[in-house]
């Protein structure tokens, strides 16, 4: 099965910006949706952001106008630009098909994202 592996988290203060990399070890060509997902602790893993093969996005409420997905299927990779980050934002950003578990894909280790005040 495809494997996924997310990078570029780190530790920034409110306001800073990040560029999140998800990367699967196969074609990603024939998933219809690929998206973002997110974990704060204490709170269960939610949905961010969506991109469909055909290149429609959707964003939850909360990081609209503040992150962008974008998606390169020839490079078997999915992005997530995050701009304006709040501490709110802080979690660990896993990334998968939309619904999750589509296509066999299983989640990944995430890359963690933590926003200072």
């Known amino acids: 099965q495809v494997q996924l592996v997310e990078s570029g988290g780190g530790l920034v203060q409110a306001g800073g910006s990040l560029r999140l990399s998800c990367a699967a070890s196969?074609?990603?060509?024939?998933?219809?949706?690929m998206g973002w997902y997110r974990q704060a602790p204490g709170n269960q893993r939610e949905w961010v952001a969506v991109?469909?093969?055909?290149?429609?996005?959707s964003y939850v409420d909360a990081v609209k106008g503040r992150f962008t997905i974008s998606r390169d299927n020839a490079k078997n990779m999915v992005f997530l630009q995050l701009n304006s980050l709040e501490p709110e934002d802080t979690a660990v950003y896993y990334c998968?098909?939309?619904?999750?578990?589509?296509?066999?894909?299983?989640w990944g280790q995430g890359t963690l994202v933590t926003v200072s005040s």
């Open positions: 196969g074609s990603i060509r024939d998933i219809g949706a």
């Open positions: 998968n098909a939309y619904p999750p578990g589509v296509h066999g894909l299983r």
């Open positions: 991109m469909t093969s055909g290149g429609i996005t």
